[in-house]
């Protein structure tokens, strides 16, 4: 065989030729067991080659039942993701042919409450977050435009060597060091913005898009400005929207109260969400409760980021979508009700850790969350307390600072 082989011309090295001719190789065992000993050797007495005739069936059989048990689960596999692409398929026809054609009747009907817990599909989900989000602010997309426009002005400015004051740009809240910090964090930013997906980074298809709804913004809000996690809201809805729309969802996104008490760092504001949040904390989960309390552990450590971003940093980016997708319909209350979703789902762990595990945890929650166990853990969340619902118990604590709880008085 080799002498064929080199006359050919072919020279594969002799290994890779012996493994191309033992195609049988995985039957080697079956075939010590089975063979006939070499002639030179004595035969196999009957008794061992019934035994190995034996030893090779239940092999065979064993075999056999594995390839079942594993073409058992692949089939299934198969049947819950054409199960599930089905359910996405027929929920996307009734959003888009029922309920979006009529939406200021139907979307506030029980059916489409419920339809909207189960996750809105991606196909219509830009659509219905635009709708659900309002638009109290009347952003036109001419108005976008002018913004974005004076954002790249100022880019340019800044790119080039400056002599002008900072009159000349007509901004005269922001002065131009700001101005220049502001654009400097937005690069920055960007670039830490859902880094796996790799859309966003420079030279991502995104990357301009990302760029332009957060420079347009600090131009529409120069008292707020740019503030760090305000990129994980503007791509998320970049994600699902056009880009004026996204625009126009993230400037009503962020007017909304407690949006702006976290991005403005309004503290007593800030302290009266937390004193807001304790008071249902300790309603549905008294143990976990008085175990952060014991170990010092406040609100703020973990809540301030998920707030920040929405979810949107600190869980898997589907799971964060169905988060938007119930915050999307419930308002505020969802963020205070998802966070005490994730301490329910954790409780078991977080009790038995200290301050430092703790904090470490829950500013890094795990990477596997599946959306489903955590919206079982949500659903099973009170959002009322002594008959008193959250929007009851926060109005009374704004108008009432000195009840805030312990948190207040820390």
């Not at 991606?122 to 976008?144: F, K, Q």
């Not at 969350?369 to 099973?380: G, P, R």
Request: with cysteine.
């Amino acid at each position: 065989g080799w002498g064929q082989q080199k006359a050919a011309g072919d020279s594969p090295s002799p290994r890779q030729s012996v493994r191309k001719n033992l195609e049988f190789e995985p039957l080697s065992t079956t075939a010590l067991i089975l063979e006939h000993r070499p002639a030179n050797l004595p035969a196999k007495p009957a008794e061992e080659a019934e035994k190995h005739q034996q030893q090779y069936e239940e092999m065979v059989a064993q075999a056999k039942k594995r390839e079942l048990r594993e073409a058992q689960k692949r089939k299934k596999q198969l049947e819950d993701r054409v199960k599930q692409e089905e359910n996405i398929g027929n929920a996307a026809l009734t959003w888009s042919q029922e309920i979006l054609p009529n939406w200021t009747t139907m979307c506030s009907s029980k059916r489409v409450k419920e339809l909207w817990w189960q996750g809105v599909p991606p196909s219509v989900r830009g659509r219905v977050w635009s709708l659900a989000i309002g638009n109290d602010l009347n952003i036109t997309h001419e108005l976008y435009d002018i913004c974005l426009a004076r954002a790249k002005e100022r880019w340019n400015a800044s790119s080039a060597p400056s002599t002008t004051t900072d009159t000349d740009t007509g901004d005269a809240g922001s002065s131009h060091a700001d101005r220049e910090a502001s654009l400097e964090l937005i690069k920055l930013d960007i670039s830490r913005t859902f880094p796996s997906l790799c859309i966003f980074q420079k030279g991502g298809p995104y990357h301009d898009v990302l760029h332009s709804i957060l420079g347009a913004y600090t131009c529409y809000r120069p008292d707020v400005g740019y503030v760090q996690g305000m990129s994980f809201i503007a791509a998320v809805l970049i994600l699902n929207m056009h880009t004026a729309d996204a625009f126009i969802a993230f400037a009503n996104l962020l007017n909304k109260p407690c949006q702006m008490a976290f991005y403005r760092v309004d503290h007593s504001l800030m302290l009266t969400y937390f004193a807001a949040f304790e008071v249902f904390f300790e309603e549905n989960l008294p143990k976990l409760f008085a175990h952060f309390k014991s170990n010092n552990l406040t609100p703020d450590i973990y809540l301030i980021d998920w707030i920040f971003t929405l979810y949107s940093k600190s869980l898997p980016l589907d799971v964060a979508c169905r988060v938007w997708d119930v915050f999307c319909r419930d308002g505020e209350e969802f963020l205070f009700r998802t966070a005490l979703g994730i301490l329910r789902l954790y409780e078991d762990v977080l009790t038995h850790m200290d301050f430092i595990h703790n904090a470490q945890f829950l500013t890094r929650l795990p990477e596997h969350i599946n959306a489903h166990t955590l919206f079982s853990s949500i659903a099973a969340v009170s959002m009322s307390c002594r008959n008193r619902k959250w929007t009851q118990v926060l109005h009374t604590l704004q108008k009432d600072p000195e009840r805030a709880s312990p948190v207040l008085k820390r």
